[in-house]
């Protein structure tokens, strides 16, 4: 019998997302090294924001300082804008920021936000994402169809590219099969960040790329899960309804003080999620899906019977063939065989 919820004594929001500055400094071994600019620009935003609020200040009223638009402001505290040396040097004259450690710490963070991350090359319409990704701390999963682009195997990444529309140069599926592989690698790194994942069950039943395919997908899933960093769990059919039937969605933590973020794909356009109370509410959901799930051995029983149906099937119909192929050469023999009697 399979149990519908994580093991006892799991403490949800320290063992997967919702990690306090106390949590982190006693379990240091998962944080990353941050080097993603676009977190550096969030990094930065976070602290911008901050010494603005504590300076009891609005947006238009820094802007009006500065002689510069509100949203230019707005763009540089939420990390979807620049700011430059001259920006940084400006608004700690105006917050009052003297420590020169301070001030030098901040004009490091507007640099680094300008490099470039390997993902930059690569022209990706989810760049954003892979740079929040990159320097995550922890990311949490719902899918409901397919596998998560960091447990994918490469033969399975190249099936989803392959249906996709508009369709895909075969070059460039190929490019984006080997950026799903290069995203996975952090996860077997030294301090890699936690990964967690709820699947449905349909997300195991469907046929991406054959049965040869899955087999070897949901063998990945296995191996990954035995890492201790990661922890996969499925919602099986017979929950019926559940408070994500309607959303995909991955939950990003990221180093404090940057604020975490929800990212929500679609077919004409991502969103990102940010306001506290949106965090709260995909946290929450999260919390339950993982509450109502089968448990990770229960899970990684699952994902193990139906491997084995994946290569009994194979096996199955290769039996099939050769036995058909067989048959044929016996009937080809001997139709040889008449053409030769006198």
Known sequence: MYHLHSPKGW???????????EVLRKDATFVPEVRSPTVRRRELGALLRALRTGNGLTVEQVAERLLCSPSKVSRMETGHGTATPRDIRDLCDLYGVTDEAERARM??????????????SHDLEFGTYVGLEEDAIATGYYQSTIIPGVLQTADYARAV???????LLPDRIEELVEVRMIRQRRLTQDNPPRFTAV????ALHRWVGGRRVMAAQLDKILEM????????QVLPYRLGAHPAMESNFIIIELPPPTPGVVFVEGLIGSLYLERSDDLDRYHAVFEQLQAIALNPKDTV???????????DDLEAVLRVFLNFYTDVLVYL???SCERRLP
């Open 107 to 120: 004009m490091r963070l507007s640099h680094e936000s300008k490099q470039q991350g390997w993902w930059h």
């Open 199 to 202: 699947l449905d069950e349909a």
């Open 301 to 311: 029983d699952l994902i193990a019977t139906l491997a084995r149906s994946y290569k």
């Open 11 to 21: 403490d949800h929001r320290s063992r997967v997302m919702s990690y306090s500055i």
């Open 161 to 167: 590219h392959e249906v996709v529309l508009p369709k």
């Open 333 to 335: 023999q001997g139709r």
């Open 225 to 232: 899960s035995a890492l201790p960093n990661i922890a996969v």
